[in-house]
């Protein structure tokens, strides 16, 4: 077969390659996800110049055009330029892609020698992934005269079929140009489903030839035109990506009721909706105009679209709407519908019907979950891997979002931990006739929504314990970390909200204390209800877990991260998604037991540099001008250095605090100080790591000077911010500044005395502790996460 090379307009594409030893291990590879198999040698490869690259096999004029790409990143991460020489790398690709998910198809073996490089893929769609795999290789080498290459071997392909990213278009709106950057970022991170969220209450963001009031009067002018969508479309297919468009129907409907407000169950008229939320109107389902309506939509959609499944949404349906309406009630009644549910399964019915006629596969979220849902369709859980559990048992396909909603400010290691499938408890919850034991019942109060319930539960024996929380209609979790002496409890857990730290004081039968979900608290009360102490009582009974049998496992297709868009917009949205995408991509590329989490951070930290040179994302630009654009007047270098040390409030903390102070709607200013902040600080944790690393070898004095050093910079910057933020337009960084500061003076303190063995007074640990306890608590939905080692330092005085 004819081998067809690349050519830049610059000439011929070469390569001077010099075969040498290069010894190199697995660990020093920089590379997320981690590939299935990698095998290096002590050979190296050097690059001189770009390398020029031929192609074989089928789909061709896809695989060169995606060659002509990689050649220019290639050239953006090292500068390389066209030389005279050879064809060192070349690609071939065994079969067409067919099958839009398919695991096998995605596969491919790149294959690094001291004298050429060759990528071998079984589709088109696996020649993109040894390319990226390879582009990562190879680095970030500016100022490198040459680029030197391990010799290896990698051997790869995904874990999961699908591995999706869901952006929501409505809440705020993205445009394009920004959509395919958000797009090169998923091609880079492995990623292949983009789910396009494109109806919801606050807006249609689709042309509609059929119904064109939905993008006319319920769009604010910001819609998708039909060939806009085919252009993303075509942008998506050229870098393996499948689209997945998601028309929520029967809830999640205010913009249709705007538009066709005859078409709901309750009367109009319908005002535009910005406020955040779950709202009420619903389609009506009695009304055969609803389901003309859903055939001339999904009817459209599915012109456009080509991948085989359309998301329907069906989630958070409100039925009151349903419910006082005569008409819908009697049109249930003669049905033999037994109840809201009954109607919302029979609407999804007919919807599938229709989707079925146009050769497409329905997907929706829990809520669609009912013995009379069409088999074959997806269920993609929002609600974790118990509902997960319960539609795998029901013969569903299934997706997982819980744990990847990366609209949520969360630490990359949590996203990391998310097992999708539910676990058994893997606990000795019987205690033994010397072990003591209590049940508590707790419950701990949000600014918005339901109070964080549910009963928590310790068993001891000696010094040592163990424990398992059940939060309200959630299955057991087991506890770790766990610490009891009667009197303190101390335990971790990961839960849906994100990861819990809990510090709690246990006093005359109650509980009292503070549990740290992701970064910030809830204050915890409770009492106890049982214990080896209370004659008769027993340890409660666990809600029952829907454990996946291994012959349905297959039915798990994969996950997709999650990012919804109350407040996120189009100069936040990559600081957001970026870098951690790529660490949920790694949990559904990569092999279920890859779990090391320090190895995660040190390869995230080089890819998140890499995918802002190689895949233009701006994540790190976006920080920048977000901060120079509120702050002119200040120095960018003290703004980073002040930004190392904080954290927006993580999960839903954000949202509670809009709630309860502001209005919680488009309304709000996404100008602020937090809307600058990357979801974690990684100099606040490295702080924490160093402080640790200096309590147990004290002696290491130059670890003590590093950690000196970080608290001086925080406070030099510190005190640089407060003094060019005085006017009253910059309160909030101001104080925040300000409280740095002080942060930073206590752990200067206690550095200090610490080295020195001479411990603080009573009244400097109070006061010390006052600082510590307000830098750790929300202000301005702002997190002084440096403050974190800080009290590690205060509670291990000498």
Not at 84 to 112: F, G, N, W
């Amino acid at each position: 077969m004819m081998l067809r090379s690349l050519i830049l307009a610059g000439g011929l594409c070469t390569a001077l390659l010099t075969p040498t030893t290069f010894a190199t291990t697995s660990e020093s590879l920089n590379l997320l996800p981690w590939p299935q198999s990698v095998e290096t040698s002590e050979q190296y490869l050097t690059l001189k110049a770009l390398p020029s690259v031929t192609v074989s096999g089928e789909d061709t004029e896809l695989v060169r055009q995606a060659g002509e790409r990689f050649l220019s990143r290639l050239r953006q991460q090292t500068g390389l330029k066209a030389g005279e020489s050879s064809l060192p790398i070349s690609i071939r690709v065994s079969a067409k892609a067919e099958r839009a998910l398919d695991t096998a198809s995605e596969a491919y073996t790149l294959a690094v020698s001291s004298e050429a490089i060759s990528l071998d893929a079984e589709s088109y769609r696996g020649a993109l992934h040894g390319l990226e795999t390879l582009l990562q290789l190879i680095g970030i080498q500016h100022k490198a005269e040459s680029i030197r290459l391990p010799a290896l071997t990698v051997t790869d392909s995904p874990r999961f079929a699908w591995r999706g990213l869901l952006i929501d278009s409505v809440r705020h709106f993205f445009s394009l140009e920004t959509l395919k950057r958000q797009i090169d970022g998923m091609a880079a991170a492995k990623l292949n489903v983009f789910h396009w969220h494109l109806t919801d209450d606050q807006g249609w963001r689709l042309e509609s030839p059929s119904y064109p009031k939905l993008h006319e009067q319920a769009s604010g002018g910001q819609y998708y035109t039909r060939a806009q969508v085919r252009e993303l479309i075509d942008y998506a297919a050229a870098r393996g990506i499948h689209v997945l468009p998601e028309i929520d129907m029967p809830g999640h409907a205010s913009a249709i009721a705007v538009a066709y407000p005859e078409l709901m169950s309750a009367p109009g008229p319908y005002q535009p909706e910005d406020r955040w939320g779950v709202h009420k109107p619903l389609l009506n389902p009695a009304n055969p105009a609803v389901y003309e309506f859903a055939r001339a939509i999904l009817g459209e959609v599915a012109e456009l679209f080509p991948f085989p499944y359309v998301h329907i949404g069906g989630d958070e349906v409100d039925p009151e709407h349903w419910e006082t309406n005569q008409e819908i009630q009697a049109f249930r009644e003669k049905q033999k519908l037994a109840d809201s549910h009954a109607l919302h399964a029979y609407f999804n019915q007919r919807l599938a019907e229709i989707l079925t006629q146009l050769d497409r596969k329905m997907i929706g979220w829990d809520e669609v979950l009912h013995p009379d849902l069409p088999k074959g369709t997806v269920v993609q859980s929002w609600q974790g891997p118990d509902a997960l559990g319960r539609a795998i048992n029901m013969g569903f396909p299934a997706l997982l979002s819980t744990g990847f909603y990366l609209d949520q400010p969360q630490y990359a290691s949590y996203h990391y931990r998310v097992r999708l499938l539910p676990e058994p408890v893997k606990l000795d919850t019987t205690p033994a006739d010397d072990e003591s034991w209590s049940t508590w019942r707790f419950s701990a109060p949000r600014k918005r929504g339901s109070d964080v319930a549910g009963t928590l539960s310790v068993i001891t024996h000696d010094k040592t314990s163990r424990g398992f929380i059940d939060f309200k209609n959630k299955s057991r979790q087991v506890l770790s970390d766990v610490r009891y002496d009667g009197q303190h409890l101390s335990f971790t857990v990961d839960s849906w909200m994100g990861p819990i730290s809990a510090e709690l004081d246990s006093h005359n039968h109650t509980l009292s204390g503070q549990l740290l979900v992701g970064n910030a608290p809830y204050l915890l009360t409770g009492e106890k209800i049982a214990g080896s102490e209370l004659a008769g009582s027993q340890l409660p009974e666990p809600v029952k877990k829907d454990l996946v049998d291994a012959s349905k496992e297959p039915l798990l297709l994969g996950g997709e991260a999650a990012l919804w868009a109350e407040i996120i917009d189009e100069n936040s949205i990559d600081l957001r998604l970026w870098p951690r995408g790529f660490v949920v991509a790694e949990r559904l590329w990569s092999a279920e037991e890859l779990r090391d989490e320090k190895a995660l951070y040190a390869r995230l930290d080089n890819v998140s540099e890499w995918s802002a040179v190689s895949a233009g994302l701006e994540h790190f630009q976006q920080q920048r001008d977000a901060l120079q654009s509120r702050y002119p007047d200040v120095a960018l270098d003290s703004l980073l250095q002040l930004s190392s040390a904080m954290e927006p409030a993580h999960y839903y903390h954000r949202h509670h605090e809009k709630s309860e102070k502001e209005t919680y709607s488009r309304r709000d200013p996404l100008n602020r100080f937090v809307d600058s902040l990357p979801a974690e600080s990684r100099a606040s944790q490295d702080f924490v790591d160093q402080v640790s690393q200096w309590l147990a070898q004290p002696e290491n004095t130059s670890v003590q000077q590093r950690l000196n050093k970080q608290l001086q910079q925080w406070q030099e910057a510190a005190k640089a911010v407060a003094k060019a933020t005085q006017a009253p337009a910059h309160q909030e960084l101001h104080q925040l500044a300000d409280n740095l500061s002080e942060v930073t003076r206590w752990g200067l303190a206690a550095l200090e005395a610490r080295a020195k063995g001479k411990p603080l007074t009573v009244e400097q640990r109070k006061e010390a502790n006052a600082v510590i306890d307000r830098a750790l608590n929300i202000q301005y939905e702002v997190i002084v996460s440096a403050a974190f080692g800080v009290k590690q330092l205060l509670h291990t005085q000498p």
